[in-house]
């Protein structure tokens, strides 16, 4: 079935001597993998820039289902940034989301509403004068609203957060589970939209932390190789 859609390109593995293999995340499909022949070679019709972490384009392709790679008749960037914009600390925070959202997204999972959060996403860090220190913290917490597990901020007054539970605890048992006192104060600090200014080991410390939250339900981050962005917080 040929079909039309918004997209947003996620990773891609090289294949063969000059093809990829591309994770696309479809706004009417979900999650899709295609195989884009001699995109790396000289005469490429679809150059592999296009295919660069968290991309917005359309695309045209053949949704098969029984096939566990699809077909991408054509792809065109919809929004292009102004490079005066784009600096390595955008870049590394995109390559970031776009490993992340591959991680955690299903295939063939329509879902619009989290289309829509990493769509604007990724205009709002590019147009952005100034990145807010927090952003990876802040993208993490928000997505697990999107997929079912947002922490609980109904106890919020109490001094540990439960990892497991994504609730707070008037006591920490065991701090491989609970944020010790002063992650779990920024913590409520970023889910009620204060600012704070986070220490760089302890702002690397509590992403890990989260990347722990989110394995907890169920989504398995372990294999993430984009440790670029968790060493950039520390400036």
């Keep these: 079935m040929k079909y039309k859609s918004r997209a947003i390109t996620l990773t ?15 706004e009417k ?6 195989i884009i022949k001699g995109a790396r ?8 820039g296009i295919f660069q972490p968290l991309e917005l384009v359309d695309i045209n392709a053949t949704l098969s289902p029984k096939k566990g790679f699809q077909y991408l008749a054509e ?3 919809i929004e292009a940034i102004s490079s005066d914009k784009i600096n390595m600390n955008k870049k590394f925070l995109a390559i970031f989301i776009a490993e992340i959202s591959s991680k955690v997204l299903q295939e063939n999972e329509q879902n619009s509403e989290l289309f829509k959060f990493i769509w604007e996403i990724k205009q709002k860090l590019y147009n952005a004068n100034t990145v807010d220190e927090n952003f990876a913290l802040l993208f ?7 997929l079912g597990f947002s922490p609980s901020i109904e106890n919020i007054n109490a001094p540990f957060f439960n990892l497991e539970t994504g609730e707070f605890s008037e006591k920490g048992f065991n701090l491989n589970i609970y944020l010790n006192e002063e992650k779990t104060k920024i913590l409520k600090y970023i889910l009620v939209g204060k ?4 220490p ?27 440790h670029s962005i968790i060493e950039s917080l520390r400036k």
């Design 12 to 26: 891609y593995i090289k294949y063969g001597e000059s093809s990829i293999i591309s994770k696309i995340f479809t």
């Design 29 to 34: 499909y979900g999650l899709q993998t295609f």
């Design 41 to 48: 070679s000289k005469k490429a019709k679809k150059k592999l």
């Design 75 to 77: 792809i065109t960037i």
């Design 140 to 146: 993490m917490l928000n997505l697990s609203k999107y």
């Design 195 to 198: 600012k704070i200014n986070i």
């Design 200 to 226: 760089q080991k302890l702002k690397s410390d509590l992403l890990k932390d989260i990347m722990t939250y989110f394995r907890l339900h169920h989504y398995n981050l372990s294999n993430i190789t984009s």
